[in-house]
């Protein structure tokens, strides 16, 4: 048997479910550990598989291919998950946006929403049938895994996909997105409200495709005011996690707002299991705030909040540093995550994606020194 009952169907039974245990609150031998964007250009058999791909989302939507990638740093590293080779953008692409890579600079959309008939146009969208290549992947991954580690399926957040759909590709200033919060809140509500149905009929059908943890990248929540944070990011993440966790209760979803630190006690009020961190926010006091929320909303619902884990939040570009910075930057880390005394309840995992300019040796040190760390 498996440890996910969400699913119709059998995979092999899970060897390593460190991660599981740890975002359960479970004891753990040591740390768990992985890396968002573990896939990718810093890993010269990524590039090479990409090559033969042709394009970024040929890559994605090559069953053979996403299983390969998503495998190709296990080989390599002690890494305690596996995350789905896709991308937060398969969504939009989904709902008729046109997304095409320019070369060198980032993904663009050919037809961004920027009025009324923009949202008109957008479908309401079938999961099952325009993104079914990505479910496809979920399950040929999921066995190619053969229960070596749980695999994580993954959703940009609503407000993350509104930025790249309204500015029409990534940005430093979110000019539209923000001028619309500004002179047409409503209008981004609007689509916000599309959005948010879409990520939560994707998440379902990862789940359901065997994916055994989920993790909602806010990426740019961070961009956000903090009145503007509530009410635009965290109050529709807030709802998908409640549909997840009443449709999946075994399932763990890991909230990851990226500058979302200022923000703890806030996204405490979800029924997220963890909450990413990046590395603006020291582990200690993140755990501190944590505490105190659970407490509070202990006292003014009158029932037990489970207490939530969290993850990060080695700064990416510390993997440019030596190995022996590498190791005590992570025992650092470490030592500030169980400094309260709790020695679960914390997965180890860079603040932000690995960038393309790691050299994946550097990536080894991480992962090992996390582990060899004792608890
Ligand atoms: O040329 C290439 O190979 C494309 C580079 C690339 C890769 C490797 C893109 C385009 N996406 C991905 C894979 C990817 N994207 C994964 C799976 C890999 C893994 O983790 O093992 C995941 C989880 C993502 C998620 C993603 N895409 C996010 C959220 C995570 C984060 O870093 O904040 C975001 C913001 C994107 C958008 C995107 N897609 C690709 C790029 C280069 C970008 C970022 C552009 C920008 O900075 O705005």
């Excluded at 479910?17 to 740890?22: I, N």
């Excluded at 580690?149 to 790249?164: D, E, K, N, Q, R």
């Excluded at 006292?299 to 969290?310: E, V």
């Amino acid at each position: 048997s498996d440890n996910n009952n969400s699913t119709n169907q059998k995979f092999p039974t899970l060897k390593n479910d460190r991660l599981l245990r740890a975002l359960r609150f479970e004891p753990v031998d040591t740390t768990p550990v992985w890396m968002m964007r573990q896939a990718g250009r810093y890993l010269p058999e990524y590039k090479a598989t990409r090559a033969e791909a042709g394009d970024f989302m040929s890559l994605c939507k090559d069953t053979a291919r996403a299983t390969e990638v998503t495998l190709q740093p296990l080989r390599r590293f002690d890494l305690d998950a596996s995350i789905l080779f896709s991308d937060i953008l398969t969504i939009p692409d989904a709902m008729g946006l046109g997304l095409y890579f320019e070369a060198g600079e980032g993904p663009k959309f050919k037809y961004p929403i920027r009025q009324q008939s923009d949202l008109e146009r957008l479908p309401t969208l079938d999961v099952n049938d325009s993104l079914d290549y990505v479910m496809r992947a979920v399950t040929s991954i999921r066995h190619a895994l053969n229960g070596q580690v749980p695999l994580f399926g993954f959703s940009g957040s609503p407000w993350t996909l509104a930025t790249y759909m309204i500015e029409g590709g990534s940005s430093k200033d979110y000019r539209y997105t923000k001028g619309m919060l500004y002179s047409k809140p409503e209008f981004l509500h609007q689509l916000l409200d599309k959005l948010v149905i879409a990520v939560i009929d994707y998440l379902d059908a990862q789940v359901i495709a065997g994916a055994q943890a989920l993790q909602i990248f806010d990426s740019w929540g961070g961009a956000l005011g903090h009145r503007q944070f509530v009410e635009f990011s965290h109050a529709y993440n807030k709802r998908i996690v409640a549909e997840l966790k009443m449709r999946h209760p075994n399932i763990p979803v890991i909230l990851f707002t990226k500058g979302g630190g200022l923000w703890l006690d806030i996204q405490a009020d979800s029924e997220a299991d963890a909450l990413g961190l990046d590395w603006t926010m020291p582990l200690d006091r993140a755990r501190q705030v944590l505490t105190e929320s659970q407490r509070q909303f202990t006292k003014q619902h009158k029932t037990l909040q489970r207490s939530k884990a969290i993850q990060g939040n080695l700064d990416p570009a510390t993997l440019y540093g030596s190995p022996e910075t590498i190791r005590s930057e992570v025992k650092f880390m470490l030592d500030s995550a169980y400094a309260c005394g709790e020695k679960t309840g914390y997965v180890a995992n860079l603040g932000h994606g690995i960038t393309q300019w790691v050299d994946p040796e550097r990536a080894k040190v991480f992962i090992d020194a996390v582990h060899e760390y004792q608890i």
